[in-house]
């Protein structure tokens, strides 16, 4: 992002604001007060803040016992916003003292011109003022105050919005058109006609209140699979909550199976085209400990060809490297054992880009010339590095426009619906894709991010329904922001139990309440590892790791993170990898083996 707008936006709001000042009529005698709830002695009643980011606190305060604090995360700049009803062509003063850096005061939807002042820096509380005008057929202003991104908390007290009063808000009508769209096992899209006046609506699932949102879409999300929902909507402004909409009723879908796996499972990448320090490991050899076996790698013959190749390592770098036929032989062992066989696809060398259908065509005709050559059970997403971003202007992870992304989609439900629903389906982003996407996603409102930022997520979305597992890997990644808006390292149970709990509960996209990622099932996840210290930066010692689980299906041994739910269904493990565990001394499923005791049953 870049870090010099900031200030040549505010020199510009600074000037336009003065300018105003200079211009604007006097306030008239029937001028009053006109903002709600301006001090915040009655918490937000009245003020709509972003992504969650305001709260009310008892010190410091400007004047009486409480104030506003905000706090910017990622894309959020922690806007807190009100709806006032004004006249038309009338004269307005809006006011209040901040504390903070570069802390914003202003009002749009003026009909005229929209007004903001600005304070770089003010370690004490600093009154803020700026005028404006109503245009001849405005009838309501939203004023607000924010931060700025990446920076500190701030306060904002004593808000005020001086001129005179507009006519009396009238109840909005009920919503019409209310429409459920296609459900998936755990959430359903919903959409309804804007009514006029208002500001916000509510969504009601039965009884329950369950969003409150400013568009006219939202998604019901944490549902069960196959399970029919009831929801209504209400329209909201100053005046209140108008009666419900017409009811709408939407089933679940049964979601993707559990692939035949144990409740429990223990997930594994073989080494099976290359070697490495960790040495060559033929698949008979592999222990009954692992229930999900991923060859890695399958890789394409260019960046974006989309053709796909895999072979045995070479018996010049792996002397000990089966033949063909014993290879496969022992993989129709390890399925008769119950095992799972899959291709990995990608891995950090393997850079994958589907950016036309003809790549996106020869993806799945190569891939499955695999499957169908060596019997496999189905295919991990294994794309890293550049393999997938997101164009400019492609914002909604639940409608993606970027060619990669649409294309890697398409080629999946392609696989799936060609080999049935025992087609073994994984996914093992990084973070970086994934979680990072609670701040960011793509290039961001401006441009300037990193397009990767949570690129993963309209895959994951898109293809939830069919996704058996999906493994994040929680290792060589930065420290990332969990869902109480601290930033978490990897290396210890904290950082897993953050992770995982981002997933199981859903969150906003970029900080946007109007885009929620929806949760995966517990029986979807499983928690990604490196298996030994040489295997990649963040390994977690087994005690740790065993802290992770406790917390996240039992919720005992969570420290200092308070997960949003308990879940004992968590599917299990995963590691990279199975060569590398070997290397030091099976610790990592032995470890797996004694915490969920060989757990069996199909699922």
Known sequence: MDRTRPLTLLLAGSLAAGGLLALTPAAQAADTELARNGGFEAGLDGWTCTAGSGAVVPSPVHGGTKALQATPA??????????????????????????????????????????????????????????????????????YTHGWYGTPAYQADDLSLYGPGGDPVQLPAAPTGLTAGSPNSTSVPLSWTAVPGATSYNLYQGATRIQTVTGTTATATGLTASTPYTFQVTAVNSAGESPKSTAVTATTTSGGGGGGLPAHALVGYLHASFANGSGYTRMADVP????????????????????????????????????????????????????????????????????????????VTSVSKIIDEYGLDGLDIDFEGHSLSLQTGDTDFRNPTSPVVVNLIQAVKTLKAKYGSGFVLTMAPETFFVQ????????????????????????????????????????????????????????????????????????PVAGNTDRIFPPLRPEQIAIGLPASTQAGNGHTAPAEVNKALDCLTKKTNCGTYQTHGTWPALRGLMTWSVNWDRYNQWQFSQNFDAYFGNAAGLS
Not at 337 to 350: D, E, M, P, R, T
Not at 461 to 474: F, G, Y
């Open 436 to 507: 990072l996407g609670y701040q960011y996603y793509g290039s961001g409102p401006w441009g300037g991010q990193d397009p990767r930022a949570g690129a993963y997520l309209p895959v994951i979305h898109a293809l939830r329904d069919d996704l058996t597992l999906l493994h994040v890997q929680d290792y060589n990644s930065g420290s990332i922001m969990g869902l109480d808006n601290q930033y978490h390292s990897m290396g210890g149970a904290d950082f897993h139990i953050a992770m995982t709990d981002m997933l199981l509960t859903g969150f």
């Open 74 to 143: 990622g894309s959020d700049n922690a806007k807190c916003s009100q709806t006032v009803t004004v006249k038309p062509n009338s004269s307005y003063t809006l006011s209040g003292w901040v504390r903070g850096s570069y802390v914003y005061l202003g009002a749009s939807g003026t009909g005229t011109t929209d007004v903001s002042t600005w304070t770089a820096s003010a370690p004490d509380w600093q009154k803020l003022t700026t005028t404006f005008t109503t245009g001849a057929s405005t009838s309501s202003v939203t004023i």
């Open 288 to 363: 009954d400990s692992w229930d999900v076996i991923d060859l890695a790698f399958g890789e394409p013959t260019s960046v974006t060809s989309g053709d796909i190749r895999f072979s045995l390592c070479p018996a010049t770098e792996c002397p000990n490297v089966e033949s063909p036929a014993d290879f496969k032989a022992a993989i129709k062992a390890k399925q008769a054992a119950g095992k799972k066989v899959l291709i990995s696809i990608g891995g950090q060398n393997g850079q994958v880009q589907l950016a036309t259908t003809a790549a996106r065509d020869t993806f």
